[in-house]
């Protein structure tokens, strides 16, 4: 099913558009054109990737109405971070313990 909604995918981006509105979608269309279908075989992904938008969302709000962040690679390595707490949490997992493993599994001193 994937590889033919793939196809039709391909087929609408070959189109030429007159309309700004339509160009701008088959944009949007062709760069995606590897990950729109993802949830076709893989079932922990939604097709709406809404978990995902409402995972970040606070983020961004509080990156926006703080402008703490001020470097793409900052706000990159804070999305990152922030995203995988949430995974974690999501899963069941604990994040502190996650982490800590991540870092090298050494605790890690409070003071």
């Known amino acids: 099913k994937r590889a033919e909604a793939s196809l039709h995918l391909e087929g609408l981006i070959r189109e030429d558009y007159e309309a700004q509105e339509v160009k701008k979608l088959i944009e949007k269309i062709r760069n995606g054109l590897g990950h729109w279908l993802t949830f076709v075989t893989e ?51 604990d994040p502190p313990e996650q982490l800590q493993s991540i870092l090298g599994g050494k605790e890690l001193s409070s003071g």
């Open 43 to 93: 079932p922990d992904v939604e097709s709406t990737n809404n978990r995902a938008e409402r995972a970040l969302r606070e983020q961004v709000v509080l990156r926006k109405m703080f402008r703490t962040l001020r470097s793409a690679e900052g706000v990159q390595i804070h999305e990152t971070i922030t995203t995988m707490l949430a995974t974690w949490k999501r899963r069941g997992l």
